[in-house]
C-alpha cells in the first residue's frame, strides 16, 4: 500500500517562503508522476505543480509559475515543492499525489490521474 505523508506549511506573510515536502512508502520504484494540489475553502481542489514519472518535466498552474518549484529526491522518495513570493491567494490545503500505474506521460493536470493522496497540508499567508 502506498503512503504519501505530507510536511512543511503553515503561515507566513505575504511575499514570504515555505517548502512542503511529500515523504512516499510502500514502493521502491521512481518510474512515477507525482503532482502538488490545492483546494481553498469552498472551491474546488486544483492543478498546482506536476513532475513527469522521469523527473525531466515539469508542469505548473499559471497562477503560480515562476513563484513555486517542484521537485523530486529519487533517492529519498520524496517530492518538494518551493513556493518563493506568496500571496494570500495561494492559502489552502495543498495535497500532494502520485500514480499507481508506472510510466503514466498524460493529463498531469488532472487529479483523477492520481490514485494516491496525502493527508494535506494548510498553507496560510497573511497580507
Known amino acids: 500500500q502506498v503512503q504519501l505523508v505530507q510536511s512543511g506549511g503553515g503561515l507566513v506573510q505575504a511575499g514570504g517562503s515555505l517548502r512542503l515536502s511529500c515523504a512516499a512508502s510502500g514502493r521502491t520504484s521512481s518510474n512515477y508522476a507525482m503532482g502538488w494540489f490545492r483546494q481553498a475553502p469552498g472551491k474546488e481542489r486544483e492543478f498546482v505543480a506536476a513532475?513527469?514519472?522521469?523527473?525531466?518535466?515539469?508542469y505548473y498552474a499559471d497562477s503560480i509559475k515562476d513563484r513555486f518549484t517542484i521537485s523530486r529526491d529519487d533517492a529519498k522518495n520524496t517530492l518538494y515543492l518551493q513556493m518563493n513570493s506568496l500571496k494570500p491567494e495561494d492559502t489552502a490545503v495543498y495535497y500532494c499525489?502520485?500514480?499507481?500505474?508506472?510510466?503514466?506521460?498524460?493529463?498531469?493536470?488532472?487529479?483523477?490521474?492520481?490514485?494516491?493522496w496525502g493527508q494535506g497540508t494548510q498553507v496560510t499567508v497573511s497580507s
Open positions: 499525489a502520485t500514480t499507481e500505474r508506472r510510466f503514466v506521460t498524460r493529463d498531469y493536470r488532472a487529479t483523477y490521474t492520481y490514485d494516491y
Open positions: 513532475i513527469s514519472w522521469s523527473g525531466g518535466s515539469t
